[in-house]
């Protein structure tokens, strides 16, 4: 392993080979990566129903609008009173959705793996990659 302050950042000049991971560490730091980048995914998708779900919402409330302009003040009182106040899932709105995973969840799986790569590879990130492109580098200089 070498000197670097995982608080410092990762060191990018760090030679990947140089660390001491066993090919068991490196395939476990490489899958909690991988997990890490869906799990962000994951979080992206959230954001995008709670974006999706926000519009249908404007156009429920223009509905309810249009409703009461055609007469139907029994149907948009049941549009404003039972359907645009409710939440989600749960009576959960998609807001509190994405505030507890990011603020629970997501948080709480990206300090984890920030203390593995730490303990594990100096805070060097995406391992695997930097390998792979040193070797695939050299290959071409080689080649060349």
């Known amino acids: 392993m070498t000197d670097t302050d995982p608080s410092a950042g990762p060191d990018t000049e760090t030679d990947p080979d140089e660390l001491a991971l066993s ?9 909690l990566q991988l997990g890490i980048e869906h ?22 409330g223009d509905a ?14 049941e549009l404003r009173d039972d359907h645009l106040p409710a939440g989600a899932i749960s009576d959960q709105w998609t807001f509190e959705l994405v505030e507890e995973f990011s603020g629970e969840f997501l948080d709480e799986v990206d300090a984890f793996e920030d203390a593995v790569r730490a303990e594990l590879a100096d805070g060097v990130d995406h391992v695997t990659e930097r390998q792979q492109k040193r070797r695939l580098r050299e290959r071409a200089e080689d080649d060349g």
């Not at 090919?23 to 899958?31: G, K, M, P, S, Y």
């Not at 309810?64 to 055609?70: G, H, K, M, P, T």
């Open 39 to 60: 799990v962000h995914r994951a979080y992206g998708t959230l954001l995008e129903f709670h974006h999706q779900l926000g519009h249908a919402m404007d156009r429920m």
């Open 64 to 77: 309810e609008d249009r409703l009461r302009d055609a007469g139907h003040e029994e149907r948009a009182n």
């Open 23 to 31: 090919d068991a560490e490196q395939a476990a730091l490489h899958e």
